[in-house]
Structure formats: structure tokens, C-alpha cells
């Protein structure tokens, strides 16, 4: 399903670059509660040693301090560094939800079902103190071939978001088996950056699930995988065949493709079980799955991580939407005590 016409996009991102994410790193650096798109640095309180730690530190590419001078908004600075920024192919991935500023902004990633859409129903007050961005899977859209296993999908997810911002994510969230992604893409980001990234997991998986849900008996087997492998099979010949009919666009034809999508991301992600490493991550299960999830997921999380746990009434596929309003103030608590956190604690980190 192609989203792009539903969700709102973020204002100027097409000819701004990643204004907003840049006005949201002004306000950061310069510890004020909100910059916008053509506000200047200097007017806002910035100085010449702030620009050169702000172009040294905070950006994957090579820029002189003296740019800030000639392009000191957010809206200019954003045109620059998008023009100086690779295009990487993972970057039609990112769908555009909201476009808030003066906080880093928050990508969220899909889940079985590869859809973006999930991550427009967050609530108003989130979508307007965070810029939010959404992460569909590859292969929903004709003529594209899913990724074939965890390391290639959170390295195109890290780069397509990169590619995207102008910078690493450091944000990261993800429903369901997206949990799992968002800690492969936050690893990324520390691995690149030494900076510890922050996790919101919405009722992820259990850790090593073979079918990832909870369920008896959930070891992963040859058997077992060999059982996967083989659904990735028949729906992969079956998607295939519509699209060499011409049938690909038809409702089987879509309903196909997305049967391979999920086939080919059950066995890229079943019986995976992540290395911790330092990240601030929040845990919001549904009470279905807590029981499951809560306790592996603290027992996952080292001495250098920052972990909150909280269990939502309802059903793994329901609770959501129940629930939006509490989900979203959860997050937002979350995020506000991590910036604390960080300010009073740099040299822990």
C-alpha cells in the first residue's frame, strides 16, 4: 500500500532539506525550548565557537564553520546539507508524519506488515513537539524485493533515515517486530556515533521467538525454519508469477506482495535475540504479552542502560488504539526525563 498520499508530510522538506531536525539541533545546542525554520543562529544567542562545535560534532559530512554565516537558518542550512548529503536508495522508505520542531525527531519503525500508517496515529501533542518519520518496508511497492535478512534491513533503514535528516537517528522506535529493528538501527547509531540512542518499543516481540509472539514451546528448530523458509518460497513465486501476468496491481496482486513481504521479514527476524549495548529504552507492552516481554527485556538491558517498562491494558493487535492518548504521554514523559538525564549526567555517558 502506497501511504504517501494519506499521511501529511513535513513542510519544506522537499526544497528545505531537514529544516525542522536542524531547527530542532539549534534549539538543542543552544538550550532553548523551540527555534523555527528561519530563525538565525546568532540571533537566537549562537556564537562562532558554537557554530564550529555545532558543524563539527553534529553532522556526517565535511562543512567549513564559517557556512553558519552565509546560511545561519535552519531552511538554509537544511537546502545546504541536503545537497552535500548522499541519496541512498533506502530513502523512498521514509514517509514524512509530522513536522515539529526544536527536539530531535523520532523514526518509527513498521511492523509485520511493513505499513507507515501505524505511525500516523499518534497523538496532536506528540506529532507537534516531535517531528515523527515512518519506516515502511521494502518490497510493498511493485518491483521491489524484499531485504533478505536483520543485518541489510537496519542498515538500509540507518542510511534511508541518514539520507533523509542530514544526520543519524537518534531516536528510534518500532511496533511490534519493529521493536527488534529499532534496536539494530539504534546499535548502528551508537556504533557510528559512541552516542547512546533512545528506544520506544511498542509490545515487541519475545527476545529468540521462533514465531515471534508468545507462545509454548517457542524454541527455533531446523524444522521450524525450514517451515518459514518455505512460506517465503510459495509466496514469492506466487507474487511473481501475478507481476510476470500483469496481475500485480490487482487486489491478489497486492495482497500477494504483501504475504512475501511478511514471509521474508518473519524469517529474517525469527529466533533473533540482540546484543545489548548502552541505550535509554522504553518498554510499553500490552498486557497480553507483558508477562513475556517485560522481564526478558530488563534482563536483556546491561548496566549502561536506561530502561522503563510499562504495561498497557488490552490485546497485542488492540491495545493501541485504546490506548493512543497514555501511549503518547508515556513517550513524551520518557523522552523529557532523558534530556534531564542527559544535561545532569554528560560524563557518565
Known amino acids: 500500500m502506497n501511504v504517501r498520499p494519506i499521511i501529511q508530510p513535513i513542510r519544506a522538506i522537499p526544497s528545505d532539506g531537514p529544516a525542522h531536525v536542524i531547527a530542532g539541533i539549534f534549539a538543542t545546542e543552544l538550550q532553548?525550548?523551540?527555534?523555527?525554520?528561519?530563525?538565525?543562529?546568532?540571533?537566537?544567542?549562537g556564537d562562532s565557537l558554537t557554530a564550529e562545535t555545532l558543524v563539527q560534532n553534529r553532522f556526517g559530512i565535511k562543512l567549513q564553520t564559517s557556512v553558519l554565516l552565509a546560511a545561519p537558518t535552519p531552511r538554509e542550512f537544511g537546502r545546504l546539507v541536503a545537497s552535500l548529503t548522499p541519496t541512498h536508495p533506502a530513502r523512498?522508505?521514509?514517509?514524512?508524519?509530522?513536522?515539529?520542531?526544536?527536539?530531535?525527531?523520532?523514526?518509527?519503525?513498521?511492523?509485520?506488515?511493513?505499513?507507515?500508517?501505524?505511525?500516523?496515529?499518534?497523538?496532536?501533542?506528540?506529532?507537534?513537539k516531535y517531528a515523527v518519520m515512518a519506516v515502511r518496508g521494502m518490497g510493498l511497492e511493485?518491483?521491489?524485493?524484499?531485504?533478505?535478512?536483520?543485518?541489510?534491513?537496519?542498515?538500509?533503514?540507518?542510511?534511508?533515515?541518514?539520507?533523509?535528516?542530514?544526520?543519524?537517528?537518534?531516536?528510534?522506535?518500532?511496533?511490534?517486530?519493529?521493536?527488534?529493528?529499532?534496536?539494530?538501527?539504534?546499535?548502528?547509531?551508537?556504533?557510528?556515533?559512541?552516542?547512546r540512542p533512545a528506544l520506544l518499543l511498542i509490545d515487541p516481540p519475545p527476545l529468540g521467538s521462533a514465531w515471534l509472539k508468545p507462545i509454548p514451546d517457542d524454541r527455533m528448530t531446523a524444522s521450524r525454519r525450514r517451515q518459514i523458509t518455505r512460506k517465503v518460497?510459495?509466496?514469492?513465486?506466487?507474487?511473481?508469477?501475478?507481476?510476470?501476468?500483469?496481475?500485480?496491481?490487482?487486489?491478489?496482486?497486492?495482497h500477494t506482495r504483501q504475504k512475501a513481504?511478511?514471509?521474508?521479514?518473519?524469517?529474517?527476524?525469527?529466533?533473533?535475540?540482540?546484543?545489548?549495548?548502552?541505550?535509554?529504552?522504553?518498554?510499553?507492552?500490552?498486557?497480553?504479552?507483558?508477562?513475556?516481554?517485560?522481564?526478558?527485556?530488563?534482563?536483556w538491558a546491561s548496566e549502561k542502560t536506561r530502561i522503563k517498562t510499562v504495561v498497557v491494558p488490552g490485546t497485542h493487535d488492540r491495545f493501541r488504539e485504546a490506548n493512543m492518548e497514555a501511549i503518547d504521554d508515556e513517550i513524551i514523559a520518557f523522552l523529557a526525563a532523558r534530556d534531564v538525564a542527559v544535561m545532569r549526567e554528560p560524563a557518565s555517558l
Open 261 to 299: 513481504f511478511k514471509s521474508a521479514l518473519v524469517r529474517a527476524a525469527a529466533g533473533f535475540s540482540p546484543s545489548s549495548y548502552p541505550c535509554d529504552i522504553l518498554v510499553l507492552a500490552s498486557s497480553e504479552w507483558s508477562a513475556a516481554t517485560v522481564e526478558q527485556y530488563r534482563g
Open 142 to 195: 511493485p518491483g521491489e524485493t524484499p531485504y533478505s535478512n536483520l543485518d541489510e534491513i537496519s542498515a538500509n533503514y540507518f542510511e534511508g533515515l541518514t539520507s533523509v535528516t542530514g544526520r543519524h537517528p537518534h531516536i528510534i522506535g518500532g511496533i511490534c517486530l519493529g521493536g527488534l529493528l529499532a534496536i539494530e538501527v539504534g546499535r548502528l547509531t551508537y556504533e557510528v556515533t559512541g552516542e
Open 92 to 128: 523512498q522508505l521514509i514517509v514524512p508524519v509530522s513536522g515539529g520542531s526544536g527536539h530531535e525527531p523520532i523514526a518509527m519503525i513498521h511492523g509485520i506488515s511493513g505499513s507507515a500508517l501505524f505511525a500516523n496515529r499518534f497523538g496532536k501533542r506528540l506529532k507537534e
Open 32 to 45: 532553548i525550548p523551540t527555534a523555527d525554520i528561519d530563525d538565525s543562529f546568532f540571533d537566537l544567542g
Open 233 to 254: 518460497v510459495y509466496w514469492r513465486l506466487l507474487r511473481d508469477g501475478l507481476h510476470a501476468a500483469g496481475l500485480g496491481q490487482t487486489r491478489i496482486g497486492r
